[in-house]
């Protein structure tokens, strides 16, 4: 397959609202693409991130790279996905001047169109992966098998590549080989914002109501001795993190799945800053380790002793969570009461937490979805949006970066969609760290405003929202404050323009 079909293809989705549009696209390039191998990388080109993921070259490099276009479209979809593959494969002395080579003769040989694409397609600027549901509809529509078969391989593998491959290949039955895999591991399911307690109480039935920790979510593999550590967007943290791993590795089974949230406490036994927290993701420093030990507490079991349990109902999944973990579940209680309910949403915000999360009980894991079976109940709203500009300070803010520009996510695979603006909560220590790191994410700016690439996600807190022809979503923010940065979250994890509507 020409790669420049892949290139229209993108224009045309990008062109439309429409979502069945969009998905009669997608599925029409799938189903000309030539074997497995081809249609996972067309999928993971249209997605947003190439196959190989980081590839070693860096934002500069890339704009750097502007040789003139070639005249006439000659670039297949394999040689550029081969030629990717050699650029994150370099390695040693000399392997950024060979990784700049290859990517210039990559350049060299592409069009003006096929240069813009790749540009976007290798800074993360090519909709962040926010057209994955999107995607899945496609991949269903062009293997035509059911979406629900497409949704689960997905949850299982965490790859869209390989489920469009064995849906346009195998069909149904290839799907339905995908298994939970020990040390492979899963998208977490994720929760919606709940009213009250007692709504969420009335609307779910027989429930579990929990803490909702200020922590990080993490989710662990055991397979005997080995166990590894990831974070709610997959990556792997198992050797900064010794002490998690130690605790896993005593627990009493062969094998299990955890998922759960992981903290740091102060000596009282109350959370620490959740940018503590998130520092030790990163490091494998001894002294930060031990001046800092991270506590977890688990609230779902996957997989327990070779028996998957991703299909139980929740009820199941915590008798085998509590034999798996004793004292490290997450404090909760099974079909309280209402008044039970909110004591312990009382609770949970005075030992420093955010509030609760109301589960039904006979809810299976939906891993990567945010349904209504999860409910989180905080005294405050807040809302996850994308960063899309900075506007220089005045007074005393002159010369640092203040006024966020805020974005929602657009479910159908558009850019952010814009929702307000605000400098409130911004510490002194803050507004250093974003001059200072929002210009490594810029992609333009005038006078007043360094306009940036969709790549950072920041927690907002808000009294709701209202109705408004200022910004194109048609709905603005109501006294939006900054809570905090989250580096654990990625653009395809912020809340959709769907949910700030729903605050209104």
């Not at 605790?247 to 740091?264: F, I, K, Q, W, Y």
């Not at 937490?353 to 990567?368: C, T």
């Not at 803010?397 to 850019?415: I, M």
Request: a neutral charge; proline letters at 6%; glycine letters at 10%.
């Amino acid at each position: 397959m020409r790669f420049g079909e892949v290139v229209a293809v993108s224009t045309e989705v990008g062109s439309t609202r429409s979502r069945l549009a969009k998905v009669a696209a997608l599925a029409g390039v799938l189903r000309r693409a030539d074997g497995p191998l081809e249609v996972g990388a067309v999928v993971a080109f249209l997605a947003g991130a190439p196959r190989q993921g980081r590839i070693g070259a860096g934002w500069r490099t890339l704009v750097d790279l502007t040789p003139p276009p070639a005249d006439e479209p000659t670039l297949t979809v394999a040689a550029v996905d081969g030629v990717l593959t050699q650029v994150a494969g370099a390695g040693g002395k000399g392997s950024a001047a060979r990784r700049a080579e290859l990517l210039g003769g990559l350049f060299a040989a592409a069009t003006a169109d096929e240069q813009r694409f790749l540009r976007a397609l290798l800074t993360g600027e090519l909709r962040q992966g926010a057209l994955e549901g999107v995607m899945l509809d496609a991949i269903a529509k062009a293997g035509e098998v059911p979406a629900d078969a497409v949704r689960r391989a997905f949850m299982l593998s965490g790859r869209l590549p390989d489920t469009a491959s064995a849906a346009l290949s195998g069909g149904a039955d290839a799907l339905a080989a995908f298994r939970l895999e020990l040390g492979r591991p899963v998208r977490p399911m994720l929760a919606s914002p709940g009213a009250s307690v007692t709504e969420a109480l009335a609307e779910l039935g027989s429930c579990l109501v929990e803490y909702k920790l200020d922590g990080a979510r993490i989710q662990v593999h055991r397979d005997g001795d080995q166990v590894s550590v990831y974070t709610r967007t997959l990556r792997e943290i198992t050797g900064s993190v010794p002490e998690l791993v130690e605790l896993v590795r005593a627990l009493p089974c062969r094998s299990v799945v955890l998922d759960g949230e992981t903290l740091a406490l102060t000596d009282d036994g109350r959370p620490r800053p959740f940018q503590e927290t998130m520092s030790r993701f990163g490091s494998t420093v001894a002294e930060q380790v031990r001046a800092l030990l991270l506590r977890p507490y688990f609230f779902d079991c996957l997989h327990l002793d070779g028996t998957d349990l991703i299909d139980e109902p929740l009820r199941v999944r915590v008798d085998a969570l509590r034999r798996a973990v004793g004292e490290h579940v997450i404090p909760g209680v099974v079909e309280p009461t209402p008044e039970a309910a909110e004591a312990l949403a009382v609770a949970a915000l005075a030992a420093g937490h955010e509030g609760v999360l109301v589960k039904d009980l006979d809810s299976p894991y939906q891993a990567g979805r945010r349904g209504k079976a999860w409910q989180k109940v905080k005294p405050v709203h807040t809302l996850d949006l994308v960063v899309l500009a900075a506007e220089w300070g005045h007074g005393r803010r002159t010369g640092l970066l203040s006024n966020l520009h805020l974005g929602a996510r657009d479910p159908d695979g558009g850019p952010p969609v814009m929702v307000g603006k605000t400098f409130k909560g911004l510490t002194d220590e803050l507004l250093r760290w974003q001059t200072e790191e929002f210009p490594k994410h810029e992609s333009h700016r005038d006078d007043w405003t360094v306009h940036m690439r969709p790549e950072l996600v920041v927690e907002i807190a808000l009294d709701g929202a209202q109705v408004s022809t200022r910004y194109p979503g048609g709905v603005a923010l109501r006294f939006a404050r900054v809570v905090r940065y989250r580096p654990d979250k990625n653009p395809a994890d912020a809340d959709t323009i769907d949910a700030v509507r729903d605050l209104r």
